[in-house]
């Protein structure tokens, strides 16, 4: 599936009402969010440090440590240049859409190696699948870990829609009529839905001093006091895609017969 990374307007409203800061700064903040957030779905709380010039990122091992604090006045105080953040993530849905898949045999063949057409029974069979994905800044990979967490969300607000981490198992016969010296099977064309979550990094804290004396420390709860408090980077997501089920639960697909000249089947 072709990755969608067009940088979004920075201050349209995105996933519960996060920025999009792609773009707005001087670091790659795709890398950043994809760090900060992970793809555990975890919603702890966190504490960062960014060096706003080079784009540096450190966790909380990094507290009253250099180069990130030095002291004034024999008192621990920030560095400038380096900015602290502290807050949690969240994974609301960013965007959800159908496709279908490719045809694909889900039944046994069948040949009819008399001169004339008649009906046979087929037995088909067909189980749904589900697959996840990380994408940071156009370069995509499999992650496994992601399907413990993106069925059933870990905050009960954010609904993704249908029970991806449910298998469902098709099994039916079919009767279908073959024509003389043929070979005939059953394909099906499953619908898939993608549900995309742009992590999200709710901001509770946002710490800075311009001068590295103590006495100017900045703390204020938006990010970098721009007026908003929800964060994600267009470039960062992670994608699940499972089958589309019907009502009755059961897949959403079209089928269809196919056939070929029966060769070797017949001699």
């Known amino acids: 599936m072709a990755s969608v990374l067009a940088t979004q307007p920075a201050h349209a409203a995105g996933p519960n009402g996060a920025v999009n800061i792609r773009g707005q700064e001087t670091w790659d903040t795709d890398e950043m969010m994809a760090r900060v957030c992970g793809t555990d779905g975890g919603t702890g709380y ?3 440090y960014v060096n706003v010039t080079t784009g540096e990122l450190r966790d909380h091992s990094a507290w009253r440590e250099a180069p990130v604090w030095h002291k004034d006045d024999g008192k621990w105080t920030l560095q400038p240049g380096w900015e602290r953040f502290e807050g949690r993530c969240e ?5 959800s859409w159908t496709y279908r898949a490719a045809w694909r045999p889900i039944s046994e063949t069948r040949t009819n190696c008399t001169d004339s057409g008649y009906s046979l029974e087929l037995a ?3 189980a749904t699948s589900t697959s996840y994905s990380h994408t940071v800044g156009g370069s995509t990979s499999v992650e496994a870990s992601i399907g413990s967490w993106f069925g059933v969300s870990a905050e009960a607000s954010y609904s993704y829609s249908w029970a991806i981490e449910n298998s469902v198992a098709v ?3 079919d009767v279908i009529d073959i024509g003389p010296e043929k070979t005939a ?12 979550v742009n992590p999200v990094f709710k901001v509770e804290s946002y710490t800075w001093n ?14 970098r006091d721009r007026g908003y408090d929800r964060i994600y980077s267009y470039g960062n997501y992670i994608d699940g895609v499972a089958d589309e089920l019907k009502n009755d639960g059961s897949p959403l697909m079209t089928f269809r017969k196919k056939d070929r000249p029966a060769a070797t089947e017949c001699a």
């Not at 099977?185 to 499953?190: F, G, H, M, Q």
């Not at 311009?210 to 990010?223: L, N, Y």
């Open 185 to 196: 099977w059953i394909e099906a064309s499953p619908t898939k839905r993608v549900v995309r």
């Open 171 to 173: 099994t039916n016969n």
């Open 46 to 48: 966190q504490d960062w």
């Open 91 to 95: 994974y609301p849905v960013a965007s």
């Open 210 to 223: 311009p001068t590295g004396k103590r006495e100017d420390v900045v703390d204020v709860t938006s990010w």
């Open 124 to 126: 088909r069979e067909y």
